[in-house]
């Protein structure tokens, strides 16, 4: 069974730091794209970050570049999102995702592979 699950969620305060891990299970991590997305309540789901298969390129969205990090380690069959300095904002739902060919990675039609999601909450 193909399955992806996350965790680090949790309660931070603005400017405080959280996180993420994304763990594969059913299938090699080494040879898919992972891409992270989030969803606020009434809100559409969108892309933060990605990290490719081939070369481990990046990418993020405007909104946390400078802030959030993205890794992977093959050996771990894990992916990390590591989020600095926080804002009420990014608070939502994370869910991790995994797609072996993709073009526009803010598009969640391109993964096949969805995690459940994990919660981030900033606030005071």
């Known amino acids: 069974q193909l399955q992806l699950v996350e965790s680090g969620g949790g309660l931070v305060q603005p400017g405080g730091s959280l996180r993420l891990s994304c763990v594969a299970s059913?299938?090699?991590?080494?040879?898919?794209?992972i891409g992270w997305f989030r969803q606020a309540p009434g809100k559409e789901r969108e892309g933060v970050s990605c990290?490719?298969?081939?070369?481990?390129?990046?990418y993020y969205a405007d909104s946390v570049k400078g802030r959030f990090t993205i890794s992977r380690d093959n050996a771990k069959n894990t992916v990390y999102l590591q989020m600095n300095n926080l804002k009420p904002e990014d608070t939502a739902v994370y869910s991790c995702?995994?797609?072996?060919?993709?073009?526009?990675?803010?598009?969640?039609?391109?993964?096949?592979?969805w995690g459940q999601g994990t919660q981030v909450t900033v606030s005071s």
């Open positions: 059913g299938f090699t991590l080494d040879y898919y794209a």
């Open positions: 990290i490719s298969s081939s070369d481990s390129s990046t």
């Open positions: 995702a995994a797609g072996d060919w993709t073009v526009d990675w803010e598009s969640e039609s391109e993964y096949d592979i």
